[in-house]
């Protein structure tokens, strides 16, 4: 069986994959996603299944889609990334299962992601429906705000951000929680705690800090759930704490967890490998 790992750059989460890998007497073949010449209207199966961990999520979809089609085995499969990749389409699909989320509205004018904000109420956060690391994800305070980041919004060129995503702002006390979900199971959850250089944003990548979270009974079966309108997979399940108990706001389909590992003892990259190694063995 021949298997690999398709990422952008080695980041530390990949590097620990390869060294989960070896350790367990799985080989590895490594694919750069810069390097790939794709033959549309040809190719040849390479390997039997691949890792996904491209850094570009437009990489992500291309590649992912393009291997599915040769028959390889692709986790997290091209269906899950188109998914969870589009905070739109996360959250109706959330909602729609039943997963306790914040109320969210998506419009396509500046007018209508004004009554959206009105029906929401002050402050309102404001994502693109594509990003990662909390870029461009804003806590607008007041209207004079939201006008501001509407009339930057109407000026960048990509269709894509004028597609206006309004969240309620959830009270939360200084910190968020990210649940690791492998197949079936938690393995196990962190803190994220906000620091004065992340200011209300938790996101570790962004200055965040991360200690353990006990994986209680509800948390599991929330993040097992949220998981699940995916499909099985690999995942990391971002809750917050509201005044009414958690609430998942985020499904990462190409989880980061290079600051995980340390507080909550859990080998997440060797319960990775090992997932992925059986699945694709099916």
């Not at 570009?56 to 979809?61: E, H, I, V």
Request: proline letters at 4%.
């Amino acid at each position: 069986m021949r298997l690999a790992l398709l990422f952008t750059i080695l980041t530390p989460e990949n590097k620990q994959l390869l060294s989960s890998a070896k350790k367990r007497g799985i080989e590895l073949g490594r694919i750069q996603d810069s390097g790939m010449l794709m033959e549309l209207t040809g190719g040849q199966k390479e390997f039997d299944g691949v890792l996904q961990r491209s850094s570009s999520y437009a990489r992500t979809l291309y590649t992912s889609f393009y291997l599915e089609q040769l028959g390889t085995y692709v986790c997290n499969p091209y269906a899950v990334h188109r998914k969870c990749g589009d905070k739109f389409l996360a959250s109706a699909l959330l909602a729609k299962a039943g997963v306790p989320t914040p109320k969210t509205f998506g419009a396509f004018t500046p007018e209508q992601a004004t009554v959206a904000a009105k029906k929401l109420g002050f402050p309102v956060v404001m994502k693109p429906v594509f990003g990662s690391w909390a870029r461009l994800v804003h806590k607008l305070n007041d209207r004079e705000a939201l006008e501001a980041e509407l009339e930057s919004r109407e000026e960048m060129g990509h269709a894509f951000q004028k597609v206006y995503y309004l969240q309620e702002h959830i009270n939360k006390p200084g910190r968020d929680i990210r649940a690791f979900v492998i197949g079936d199971e938690c393995v196990g959850a962190i803190y994220r705690h906000s620091t004065e250089k992340s200011g209300w944003i938790t996101n570790t990548g962004r200055g965040g800090t991360a200690s353990n979270c006990p994986v209680t009974r509800e948390l599991s079966e929330i993040a097992l759930k949220a998981a699940g309108v995916f499909g099985e997979g690999i995942y990391g399940v971002d809750m917050m704490e509201s005044e009414d108990g958690l609430v998942v706001h985020e499904v990462n389909h190409t989880t980061e967890f290079r600051n995980s590992v340390e507080p909550t003892g859990a080998d997440i990259p060797g319960k990775m490998i090992e997932y992925f190694a059986s699945r694709a063995k099916k």
